[in-house]
């Protein structure tokens, strides 16, 4: 979509003067307004966030800005449990408020379907500001302000911002009243761009913009907080993309799934870099834990469903385990789906209810097709192809199989297989450090400006390729006598396809490979298939 030089250089060298006026969002004015009110009285306010990485992110943003305007006794900050309150605004986060003084919460990416808790926040005599991304419902609710450019009467310029995006939209519009320094606001552009990768929100437009520079600041002048993660989780020349969605966010998310997601603010807001890398230690051991916990859960879940053909023939994967741990259950849906090719909801259990996690499958909308079944549902909310829902325990069969009948004729022949597009076809002899520079260019990769895919046919195995750990394969493939390296990860069974120097056509991304101080490129192998 970009044909004018403006609007390339603009996609190419983004610019603060490049975000939107704050102002130009519905209700952003009536909610700097209570803010400067609430300020002005001092009254105690409430920074209200979700327990993941954006919601996190969010909270350590707005809670770090407003505290510098705010008498410390005066502001406070708030992260529901994930097992004893549930996703989003809770009734028993309502009421702490309202035992310790508040009169304003500003919940941050959760609050746009919280209407019957908001009125009765209301009745408590505590407003709300809402900062959200999530899809409105027919019904708002009944807050001071909702800050939500998916609302039908918002003519915001762009409409994906994340959770986190929103509460620094909010800030700027508050720093902008009093006159501060934009420096005041835009040191908090790393945070957001950990939210947005971690919450693989549209990479276009103004995210695009947040995302350059959120990166550049986490390269250039971390906060403490991403500091001693960073060097927690590896000390690297340059960080990317990658870096927070495979190592800095999952670390954040962890403690919400195994422990308590205040754990992550702390780190977020500590300014002393000796308490922050103690804070990044116990968020390390909240990953570890996470993770062995998301492997087990993953192969009882496989073993299920290999035990029982039934399951395998079905539409969809619905299943749940008494002892399965709701903290990693949408994970463990993620890797299902790669070994399975279908939507997918992993249950746990809870105090007799079924919370459970949805995954879906390339152009499948799970969140209407748990709409559909909502006889069933208690409560849901999500996005397309991820989504949170609960369910009574006694309801299970009869939620598993209208939720199959709803996948099974809504489902389209395309998003049953499993594909790969590509951009373009390359001939080994164009990829030189020159292409390589001009690809890179590119960047920030996400949602709506994916990394290239390439297809490149009539490669050759030399003979050296070789099977690694037993799981993955290293490739040295040659095409007119031009020679590339490979990786592909997990892909052992893909190995018989190119042993013995046979034929293989290939769909990769490029990346560069840092190892023993030597940098090569090499090819990040998508698929492979036997030569036509």
């Known amino acids: 979509g970009i044909e004018t030089y403006d609007q390339a250089e603009a996609f190419f060298v983004p610019k603060l003067s490049q975000l939107h006026d704050p102002f130009l969002m519905k209700d952003m004015k009536v909610a700097v307004d209570r803010i400067e009110s609430a300020l002005n009285n001092d009254e105690k306010v409430l920074v209200y966030g979700d327990y993941d990485v954006d919601g996190t992110t969010s909270v350590a943003t707005v809670y770090s800005f407003l505290r510098e305007l705010w008498e410390p006794d005066k502001i406070d900050y708030y992260i529901p449990d994930r097992y004893k ?12 408020a309202k035992e310790n003084h508040f009169s304003l919460i500003i919940a941050l990416d959760c609050g746009t379907r919280s209407i019957e808790l908001i009125a ?3 009745t408590l005599g505590i407003d709300f500001i809402v900062c959200d991304h999530h899809l409105p419902g027919e019904v708002l609710p009944d807050a001071v302000a909702l800050l939500n450019p998916k609302q039908k009467e918002c003519t915001y310029p762009y409409k994906e911002l994340s959770g986190c995006g929103i509460g620094f939209k909010l800030i700027q519009a508050v720093a902008k009243r009093h006159d501060l320094h934009e420096s005041r606001v835009f040191q908090y552009l790393d945070l957001v761009a950990v939210s947005i990768a971690s919450d693989i929100v549209d990479m276009m437009g103004e995210n695009r913009v947040l995302m350059y520079l959120g990166l550049e600041k986490l390269n250039k002048n971390p906060c403490v907080g991403i500091q001693a993660l960073m060097q927690s989780y590896a000390i690297k020349e340059q960080y990317e993309v990658g870096d927070i969605v495979f190592g800095l966010g999952p ?8 422990s308590d997601a205040k754990d992550s603010v702390k780190l977020l807001i500590e300014k002393d870099f000796h308490q922050a890398t103690k804070a990044a230690k116990v968020l390390n051991e909240h990953n570890a834990e996470r993770k062995d916990r998301d492997t087990e859960i ?8 290999q035990n029982n053909n039934l399951f395998l023939s079905k539409s969809s994967t619905v299943l749940y385990g008494e002892q399965w741990h709701k903290g990693v259950i949408g994970i463990v849906a993620s890797r299902l789906i790669e070994y399975h090719y279908k939507p997918t909801i992993v249950f746990s259990e809870n105090d007799g209810l079924l919370t459970g996690s949805a ?3 390339k152009e499948f909308d799970i ?5 559909a079944c909502s006889e069933y549902v208690l409560q849901y909310g999500g996005h397309k192809y991820a989504a949170g829902l609960s ?7 009869d939620f598993a199989l209208k939720f199959e009948e709803v996948v099974k004729n809504t489902i389209s022949e395309e998003a049953v297989h499993p594909s790969i597009e590509y951009d373009t076809e390359l001939n080994f002899s164009d990829i030189d450090e020159k292409f390589m520079r001009l690809l890179e260019r590119f960047k920030p990769f996400g949602p709506g400006n994916m990394t290239p895919v390439f297809r490149t046919n009539q ?34 069974d893909n190995f018989a396809i190119i042993n013995n120097q046979k034929c293989f056509d290939s769909c990769y991304s490029l990346e560069w490979n840092r190892f023993n101080n030597k940098v090569n490129i090499q090819l990040k192998i998508r698929d492979i298939k036997s030569c036509d």
């Open 298 to 305: 993953t192969q009882e879940a496989l073993d299920l469903l």
């Open 359 to 361: 995954r879906s499958v």
């Open 120 to 122: 009765y926040a209301k």
């Open 251 to 258: 670390r954040i998310n962890a403690s919400g799934r195994i």
């Open 85 to 96: 309150e549930g996703y989003g605004i809770s009734k028993m986060g309502i009421d702490w």
């Open 391 to 397: 369910i009574r325990k006694e309801n299970f069969e």
């Open 367 to 371: 969140h209407e097709a748990i709409a």
């Open 459 to 492: 490669i050759y195995d030399t003979g050296s390729s070789r099977v690694l750990k037993d799981k993955h394969i290293r490739i040295v493939g040659k095409q007119d006598g031009v020679t590339m390296d490979g990786i592909g990860f997990n892909m052992v």
